[in-house]
Structure formats: structure tokens, C-alpha cells
């Protein structure tokens, strides 16, 4: 069982790490309320150590190996926790934990359905059994001081969807970084996606 590595980034994605351990490059899932502060973790040489959670995808005929990283232990304890709702297994844990955790351990505390329906893959069945299985048992995990990633993580994914939008145009992936980069700077409350296309569509119409 892997519990931890260590390695060199070689590659980042929405929600993976190739990390480089002695010429061998290992897959990494990253849940987004992770990856965020990936970059800030990362060591002066590119070098991180993550916790991992390690299980075996079963599939048609094979069973993958999967490693999915945390940077503290708090992290991991959490999407242990998550991942003893009934139907909520690793892969979808991983693609539902796209707000700090903080946050979703407070919805969780206080049944709020709405908010837990925001997350990627939870429908209100799914909403209730988490409020059902985990309300009152995560209080600790709203301790966690990561409520300033909200809007870090909104930024994020709408900047990389955009981003690919821009890429489809045959825009070069730095210019089409540095218009995004701009936006994004002078307008801190963009939601959607929609919008922020709209506004570098503007600014370039003022060059």
C-alpha cells in the first residue's frame, strides 16, 4: 500500500501529477480543493510529497491501480470520511470535492441540500444520504482554514475552460493566458465561463 511520495512535478493537469521518482512517472489524482495550492506546496526544485489514498479501479477484466494525493493528513481524513457514503466511491469523491472543505463539511453540518447538489456528480438523493451518513461528524473539518480557495477554485476551473475555448480559436496558449491573466485581475467576481470570454472579447476590442 502506498501512503506517501515524493517526486519532482513533471506534468500538471486539471486533476492529476505526473511525478518523476528516480526516471519512473507516476500518476496522481488531485481533487481541485487540493490542487490548488499544489504550486504553493511545491518545493524551490519543483519537488512535493503528498499523502495517498491507494485503491484498485475495477474495471471490465482489470483492476488499475489509482493513487489520489492530499497534502495533509487532514485532507485525506476528510475524503475517508467522504467516501463512506453509500454510492460516493474514490472516483467519485475526487470529482466532487471542487470547493474547500471547510465549506462542504459546514453544509454538511447544517443539511444544506442546496449547496451539496452543487457539487460535480451529487443529485439530491445523494445530497441527503451525505447530510443523513455524516451530519454531526465532520465538525472539525470546518476548521480548516481554506474558505479564501472559493473563489481561487471558481477562477480556476472557469480560467482553464476558457482557456481551451481560446486554444480552439488558434489563439497561442500565452497569448491566450496573458488575456485570460488580465481579466481575471480586474474582475474578481466573474462566474461563468460565458462571461469571462466576454470580457476578453471586450478588452481586445479596446487594443
Known amino acids: 500500500m502506498i501512503s506517501r ?14 511525478l518523476d521518482l528516480g526516471g519512473i512517472g507516476y500518476d496522481v489524482f488531485i ?3 487540493v490542487m490548488q495550492r499544489i504550486d504553493e506546496s511545491c518545493g524551490a526544485d519543483g519537488k512535493i510529497t503528498l499523502l495517498t489514498y491507494h485503491y484498485y479501479q475495477v474495471e471490465q477484466a482489470k483492476s488499475v491501480p489509482m493513487l489520489i494525493g492530499f497534502l495533509n493528513q487532514v485532507e485525506k481524513d476528510f475524503f475517508e470520511v467522504f467516501i463512506t457514503v453509500s454510492g460516493i466511491g474514490p ?19 447544517e443539511g444544506d441540500l442546496v449547496f451539496l447538489k452543487s457539487l460535480p456528480g451529487i443529485g439530491e438523493q445523494r445530497a441527503k444520504e451525505i447530510v443523513a451518513k455524516l451530519q454531526n461528524k465532520v465538525g472539525k473539518f470546518g476548521l480548516i482554514q481554506d474558505c479564501d480557495m472559493q473563489v481561487k477554485v471558481a477562477a480556476s476551473g472557469i480560467s482553464e475552460e476558457a482557456l481551451d475555448v481560446l486554444l480552439q480559436l488558434e489563439y497561442k496558449r500565452t497569448e491566450a493566458s496573458s488575456m485570460i491573466k488580465k481579466v481575471l485581475e480586474s474582475n474578481t467576481q466573474v462566474n461563468t ?8 472579447y471586450k478588452q481586445r476590442r479596446l487594443k
Do not use: F, M, Q
Not at 472516483?91 to 453540518?109: H, V
Open 31 to 33: 481533487p481541485a480543493c
Open 91 to 109: 472516483r467519485a469523491a475526487l470529482k466532487s470535492l471542487n470547493k474547500p472543505i471547510s465549506l462542504i463539511a459546514k453544509a454538511i453540518d
Open 5 to 18: 511520495i515524493s517526486g519532482k512535478i513533471l506534468e500538471k493537469g486539471t486533476n492529476c501529477l505526473v
Open 193 to 200: 465561463t460565458e462571461e469571462l470570454l466576454n470580457l476578453v
